[in-house]
């Protein structure tokens, strides 16, 4: 059962662009981390939000945890071609022993 | 650097044929998991452990299982190999902060033909 659905699956922009990926589940969750993972590696932590409507910063990347705390958004600003990567989220169940990741959005930023 | 070994890295193999992947930390930490990435699907949970001798399914837990005999290591075996199970599988430990952050290793490339 995949719990988190992202959005878009593909994007590909040029350099100093914008650009925001989605991430929308029908369950609620503890908590909510965002992954990037670049080809032969695996993922590495970006953030991680756990209160509703919480909004963090990291540089030029803003994350924001949906009120309702089923939701969370990814927006990053002026994107760079070091920002291409596979993202990913995912969410904490409520013991929060287990995380259910997304489906994954693929990042090209092109020079 | 988390600390965090998978062995092997890759590895080709024939259905029908067991294997097992092993996944060895030097944090001490209490959880571990094992996850498998395929294409449009991200990163879905096998099986994690709470503690040695201690796991739990994950929900893509048929055909693999798993051991945990010192805190150190945890292994994955698929008993025998499919052609479905052809995937990049990953480790992971369970950070110390109470959201629970993962680090993974690096993956373990396995190939069922």
């Known amino acids: 059962t995949q719990l988190l659905e992202q959005s878009p699956q593909f994007l590909s922009i040029q350099e100093g662009e914008n650009l925001t990926v989605y991430c929308n589940s029908s369950s609620v969750f503890s908590s909510l981390q965002w992954y990037r993972q670049e080809p032969g590696e695996g993922p590495v932590l970006l953030v991680t939000v756990v209160t509703g409507g919480e909004v963090k910063k990291l540089k030029r990347l803003t994350f924001q945890f949906g009120d309702a705390r089923k939701d969370s958004s990814l927006h990053i600003t002026a994107a760079q071609t070091g920002d291409t990567g596979l993202y990913l989220c995912a969410g904490g169940e409520g013991t929060g022993n287990q995380f259910y990741f997304g489906t994954g959005t693929s990042l090209t930023v092109i020079p | 650097d988390a600390g965090i070994t998978q062995s092997p890295r890759h590895k080709v193999t024939e259905t029908g044929t067991p294997v097992t992947l092993r996944c060895h930390q030097t944090e001490n930490h209490r959880y571990m998991y094992w996850y498998r990435q395929d294409p449009g699907h991200g990163l879905r949970l096998i099986h994690y452990s709470y503690g040695v001798k201690d796991t739990d399914k994950g929900e893509v837990s048929d055909g693999y299982s798993v051991s945990r005999s010192k805190t150190e290591d945890f292994l994955l075996t698929l008993e025998s190999a499919t052609s479905s199970q052809t995937s990049v599988y990953f480790c992971?430990?369970?950070?110390?902060?109470?959201?629970?952050?993962?680090?993974f290793g690096e993956g373990s490339r396995l190939t069922v033909l």
């Open positions: 992971a430990i369970r950070g110390v902060a109470f959201t629970g952050e993962l680090f």
